[in-house]
């Protein structure tokens, strides 16, 4: 199609692959592990390879996984995903005034893409939408660039993953690497004391919640840090308020 080829002929595109390279080997050994745990937790080569190319977001399938396995409800299962990705609509609303202006099938598709580290170098490298038609298209490039190498990092290796699952042995340490990959993620976006502030929370809540069932640990974490720090920012004085 024509608004890819614009895209990945733009510098910016191979720009943005290149600065997602390093974070590559992480997202890929986060992905393998994914294929392993779906096989190796009872799905069959198809529901994992459905999972894989429907769901694209390694902490809600990982976090789903011993539920389906469980027999938990399925509310509980579609809550618990919905949680893990509340993210993700914050990074759409700040992603929506970059990509506005084009179709919404397109802005559809740069928001199925966009996982973590994409938003996170996006946004370091672009403050501002950009105003001219020239310098929209840099960015939509480079994000798609982002996009493009994560995306294709996490797919191939979650089928190798798949593939090769019943003969990857647990010594590898796979699950170690993908947990340091999003220790790594999560430093990135600790840039502000709430942020920091909410992650501590959550860390704490998961801990003391742990023996909950089903994986419940992870609902009440999200739910508390969400709640702390909404109750925090509205007793935070307004900007140019004295108190």
């Known amino acids: 199609m024509f608004f890819l080829a614009r895209l990945y002929r733009h510098p910016a595109f191979v720009q943005g692959m290149r600065e997602v390279s390093p974070q590559s080997p992480g997202i890929a050994a986060w992905g393998l592990m994914t294929g392993v745990a779906m096989v190796k ?85 672009y403050a501002h939408p950009a105003e001219t038609a020239e310098g929209r298209l840099e960015q939509e490039a480079y994000l798609a660039g982002n996009d493009f190498l994560n995306w294709l990092s996490w797919i191939v290796a979650s089928f190798v993953g798949i593939a090769l699952a019943n003969l990857i042995p647990p010594s590898w340490g796979l699950g170690f690497a993908g947990i340091l990959c999003l220790l790594g993620i999560q430093c990135s976006l600790a840039s502000s004391r709430m942020r920091m502030l909410s992650a501590a929370v959550a860390g704490a809540a998961a801990v003391v919640a742990y023996s909950l069932p089903l994986k419940l640990n992870i609902v009440v974490a999200i739910a508390v840090a969400v709640i702390l720090c909404l109750t925090v920012e509205k007793m935070r004085p307004a900007p140019g308020v004295s108190a």
């Open 41 to 125: 937790s009872g799905m069959s080569v198809f529901e994992a390879s459905a999972m894989t190319l429907l769901v694209f977001a390694g902490s809600s399938q990982l976090a789903s996984i011993p539920l389906i396995v469980a027999g938990a409800p399925a509310w509980v299962i579609l809550a618990t995903g919905f949680c893990v990705n509340l993210r993700f609509v914050v990074f759409s609303l700040h992603l929506r005034q970059f990509l506005i202006h084009l179709p919404r099938w397109q802005r559809m598709l740069h928001g199925y893409l966009t996982a973590d580290i994409s938003y996170v170098l996006f946004v370091r490298k």
